[in-house]
């Protein structure tokens, strides 16, 4: 099964959900329980004000909570896994590699911080000024297009006429099934995943008739695919209650009761009476970017960048919104904007959980990880929590030190209080054991995922994938087909595919080629909600695509950064290309971490035997099955022939 990537401010990471209003506060984090080891970091380095007190009066400069104890933090539990390993784990030192599609994906901070780009293309429209003076905030217009006038733009709308008897004519019944089948209007939770999904559909299948003839038909399509599953999700103004409070700002955790698009809907009842409110705009521009992560819609990142600059216009340099900045930037992998704005945010207010958190993911996916290490500890000190344990636990991750990285997470999940936070660390614990090959691990952490949040596509897709690797393909592609259903990313698309091929059946190989075409049609979409999907696209097109694009694109994403993940994609199109003497020096890279992955060791093994290195790539092959045997059905397959042929060449 073909890897997730892992562009850690994406997929696998669930927002924090910011203050309603002003600078961020810093209360008392939830901590995993504490352990018999001393917390690190000076008094001047953990959480306080220059008088020695958090908020709410919380104890800082002594290292002491008003409890009387002293916080954990990660690094304490990483002490105390170097002295006791964990039961049942050995230490292994292969290169070890976590893929998924973006773990950007997930706790706060925007999923790791997802910051933003330029936008192409404007998608849909918010905070716009009606014409009696009140934010236009829900409304997306059609393709992006301003209502004329200013006023409250309804083009998306159907009119029904009414026949005899006051009932609606057949054909307009029927335009309006086939139109909220296609834009979701009208439809909520997975009525919208299902129109959303059929737009791509519609547009993958034009692009594939032939460039050209079909333009502007696909430009419709893409239009709609744009605008499906946002029209819907936040478009009833009349749902949700106002959230207006005292003073103009939106009560503090509006947005965390569970339910993301009542949250929406409530800020956006709100900011239509106090516009004014720069704290609000903030909280429904990152609302915006966890929608779109959870969603897979990233026609709501234009929405999200209009809101944070409206919050911006309205107050300069307020905290919230720079952190929010920070979070749509690493949504869309510009991670050197991610980290620009992480940096000024951190400079209004030194504690923003959001923004040392996007700070960590911005320094990752950039292949800083020495900086990565020390960004994770100092968030650590300062606000030890679920969104920071899980970070800093992948940066021990890449490193190979999996036990820690374990010890970590189950802290975590020990201490987490929300089902959200057990559903997220859970998952998080399910990849890394998937990852090391250990699949009735993976699928128990699944389930807890699962029983938290029985929605939780990142839980679903992990689930999938490990019950392909236990030999339960008939499980993983009915898991996959219910995620590619509700959110059609790439990583669940492609895998999807390749279980189709495997599995061979009647019309299954035309099955896989429509994944693959709805992996074009999603990046297409992601590009004009201002997302680079390069690394996608390499990762995509090497196996299923195009070989000169894939090189094109890892070239391009190579130049903008030089992590393990885009060293291997590099290395990998190098190879499709014959290009093998070249590629392994990327393939050497990607390993190089000690981050231990069963794909990075395929592709070097593989590019090993096609450059003459016999030796080497037994040893890489060997390695890869050795540590996960199921990390894919075509790679596992074409990693035993390798090996086959290398043993009957000796």
Same mark, same amino acid.
């Given at each position: 099964?073909?890897?997730?990537?892992?562009?850690?401010?994406?997929?696998?990471?669930?927002?924090?959900?910011?203050?309603?209003?002003?600078?961020?506060?810093?209360?008392?984090?939830?901590?995993?329980?504490?352990?018999?080891?001393?917390?690190?970091?000076?008094?001047?380095?953990?959480?306080?004000?220059?008088?020695?007190?958090?908020?709410?009066?919380?104890?800082?400069?002594?290292?002491?909570?008003?409890?009387?104890?002293?916080?954990?933090?990660?690094?304490?539990?990483?002490?105390?896994?170097?002295?006791?390993?964990?039961?049942?784990?050995?230490?292994?030192?292969?290169?070890?590699?976590?893929?998924?599609?973006?773990?950007?994906?997930?706790?706060?901070?925007?999923?790791?911080?997802?910051?933003?780009?330029?936008?192409?293309?404007?998608?849909?429209?918010?905070?716009?000024?009606?014409?009696?003076?009140?934010?236009?905030?829900?409304?997306?217009?059609?393709?992006?297009?301003?209502?004329?006038?200013?006023?409250?733009?309804?083009?998306?709308?159907?009119?029904?006429?009414?026949?005899?008897?006051?009932?609606?004519?057949?054909?307009?019944?029927?335009?309006?099934?086939?139109?909220?089948?296609?834009?979701?209007?009208?439809?909520?939770?997975?009525?919208?995943?299902?129109?959303?999904?059929?737009?791509?559909?519609?547009?993958?299948?034009?692009?594939?008739?032939?460039?050209?003839?079909?333009?502007?038909?696909?430009?419709?399509?893409?239009?709609?695919?744009?605008?499906?599953?946002?029209?819907?999700?936040?478009?009833?103004?009349?749902?949700?209650?106002?959230?207006?409070?005292?003073?103009?700002?939106?009560?503090?955790?509006?947005?965390?009761?569970?339910?993301?698009?009542?949250?929406?809907?409530?800020?956006?009842?709100?900011?239509?009476?106090?516009?004014?409110?720069?704290?609000?705009?903030?909280?429904?521009?990152?609302?915006?970017?966890?929608?779109?992560?959870?969603?897979?819609?990233?026609?709501?990142?234009?929405?999200?960048?209009?809101?944070?600059?409206?919050?911006?216009?309205?107050?300069?340099?307020?905290?919230? =919104? *720079?952190? /929010?900045? !920070?979070?749509?930037? +690493? $949504?869309?992998? &510009?991670?050197? %904007? @991610?980290? #620009?704005?992480?940096?000024?945010?951190?400079?209004?207010?030194?504690?923003?959980?959001?923004?040392?958190?996007?700070?960590?993911?911005?320094?990752?996916?950039?292949?800083?990880?020495?900086?990565?290490?020390?960004?994770?500890?100092?968030?650590?000190?300062?606000?030890?929590?679920?969104?920071?344990?899980?970070?800093?636990?992948?940066?021990?991750?890449?490193?190979?030190?999996?036990?820690?990285?374990?010890?970590?997470?189950?802290?975590?999940?020990?201490?987490?209080?929300?089902?959200?936070?057990?559903?997220?660390?859970?998952?998080?614990?399910?990849?890394?054991?998937?990852?090391?090959?250990?699949?009735?691990?993976?699928?128990?952490?699944?389930?807890?995922?699962?029983?938290?949040?029985?929605?939780?596509?990142? =839980? *679903?897709? /992990?689930? !999938?994938?490990?019950? +392909? $690797?236990?030999? &339960?393909?008939? %499980? @993983?592609? #009915?898991?996959?087909?219910?995620?590619?259903?509700?959110?059609?990313?790439?990583?669940?698309?492609?895998?999807?595919?390749?279980?189709?091929?495997?599995?061979?059946?009647?019309?299954?190989?035309?099955?896989?080629?429509?994944?693959?075409?709805?992996?074009?049609?999603?990046?297409?979409?992601?590009?004009?909600?201002?997302?680079?999907?390069?690394?996608?696209?390499?990762?995509?097109?090497?196996?299923?695509?195009?070989?000169?694009?894939?090189?094109?694109?890892?070239?391009?994403?190579?130049?903008?950064?030089?992590?393990?993940?885009?060293?291997?994609?590099?290395?990998?199109?190098?190879?499709?290309?014959?290009?093998?003497?070249?590629?392994?020096?990327?393939?050497?890279?990607?390993?190089?971490?000690?981050?231990?992955?069963?794909?990075?060791?395929?592709?070097?093994?593989?590019?090993?035997?096609?450059?003459?290195?016999?030796?080497?790539?037994?040893?890489?092959?060997?390695?890869?099955?050795?540590?996960?045997?199921?990390?894919?059905?075509?790679?596992?397959?074409?990693?035993?022939?390798?090996?086959?042929?290398?043993?009957?060449?000796?």
């Amino acid at each position: 099964m073909a890897p997730r990537t892992n562009d850690s401010a994406g997929e696998n990471g669930r927002a924090a959900v910011p203050p309603a209003s002003g600078h961020e506060e810093t209360p008392a984090p939830a901590r995993p329980p504490a352990v018999n080891a001393e917390p690190t970091g000076t008094p001047e380095e953990r959480p306080g004000r220059e008088d020695g007190t958090g908020p709410a009066g919380t104890r800082t400069r002594s290292g002491t909570t008003d409890a009387g104890r002293a916080p954990e933090t990660a690094g304490d539990t990483a002490a105390t896994a170097a002295r006791e390993p964990a039961p049942g784990t050995t230490h292994r030192t292969h290169a070890e590699h976590r893929t998924v599609t973006t773990r950007h994906a997930e706790p706060h901070g925007g999923q790791d911080a997802a910051p933003a780009t330029a936008d192409p293309r404007r998608g849909v429209t918010t905070g716009r000024e009606r014409a009696d003076g009140g934010p236009d905030v829900g409304h997306p217009t059609r393709a992006g297009v301003p209502a004329a006038g200013g006023g409250r733009d309804t083009s998306h709308r159907v009119t029904r006429e009414k026949g005899p008897g006051n009932g609606p004519r057949a054909e307009a019944g029927v335009a309006d099934r086939e139109r909220a089948a296609v834009t979701g209007e009208g439809l909520t939770g997975d009525g919208v995943a299902r129109g959303r999904v059929a737009a791509l559909r519609r547009f993958a299948a034009a692009a594939r008739r032939g460039p050209g003839v079909h333009a502007a038909s696909c430009a419709v399509l893409l239009a709609v695919a744009m605008t499906a599953g946002s029209v819907a999700v936040g478009g009833d103004r009349d749902a949700g209650r106002d959230a207006t409070a005292a003073g103009g700002t939106v009560p503090a955790g509006v947005l965390a009761g569970g339910d993301l698009g009542a949250g929406i809907r409530s800020l956006q009842a709100h900011l239509r009476t106090q516009p004014g409110d720069f704290g609000g705009w903030a909280t429904l521009g990152t609302a915006y970017v966890e929608q779109a992560r959870t969603q897979g819609d990233p026609s709501r990142y234009p929405q999200a960048e209009r809101a944070l600059e409206r919050s911006l216009a309205l107050e300069p340099d307020n905290e919230p =919104a *720079l952190a /929010g900045q !920070a979070a749509l930037a +690493a $949504a869309r992998h &510009d991670f050197t %904007g @991610a980290l #620009e704005y992480a940096g000024r945010a951190l400079e209004q207010n030194p504690y923003s959980e959001r923004a040392l958190c996007s700070r960590i993911d911005a320094l990752v996916e950039l292949g800083r990880y020495g900086e990565a290490a020390g960004a994770a500890s100092t968030a650590d000190r300062r606000r030890p929590g679920v969104p920071v344990f899980t970070r800093y636990a992948y940066v021990r991750e890449l490193r190979g030190d999996v036990r820690t990285a374990r010890e970590v997470l189950r802290r975590a999940l020990d201490g987490a209080a929300s089902p959200a936070d057990v559903a997220y660390v859970a998952t998080a614990l399910g990849q890394l054991a998937w990852n090391q090959g250990e699949y009735e691990t993976a699928l128990t952490h699944y389930a807890r995922a699962l029983a938290a949040d029985d929605g939780y596509l990142p =839980a *679903l897709e /992990g689930r !999938a994938r490990a019950q +392909a $690797a236990s030999g &339960d393909h008939a %499980g @993983a592609v #009915e898991t996959l087909e219910l995620v590619v259903t509700r959110s059609p990313l790439p990583g669940p698309l492609v895998a999807l595919g390749e279980l189709y091929e495997a599995r061979g059946a009647d019309g299954d190989r035309a099955k896989a080629r429509d994944q693959y075409a709805l992996v074009d049609a999603w990046t297409a979409l992601a590009r004009a909600g201002g997302v680079d999907v390069d690394l996608d696209t390499a990762l995509a097109a090497a196996d299923h695509g195009d070989a000169g694009e894939a090189l094109r694109a890892a070239r391009a994403e190579w130049d903008r950064r030089h992590s393990v993940h885009t060293a291997d994609a590099l290395a990998w199109a190098l190879h499709v290309n014959g290009r093998d003497e070249e590629a392994l020096r990327y393939a050497r890279r990607a390993t190089a971490t000690g981050y231990r992955n069963a794909v990075f060791l395929y592709h070097r093994g593989m590019i090993e035997k096609a450059a003459g290195h016999d030796r080497a790539a037994r040893g890489s092959l060997s390695a890869a099955l050795e540590l996960n045997p199921g990390f894919s059905p075509p790679g596992a397959r074409a990693a035993r022939a390798a090996l086959k042929d290398l043993e009957a060449a000796r």
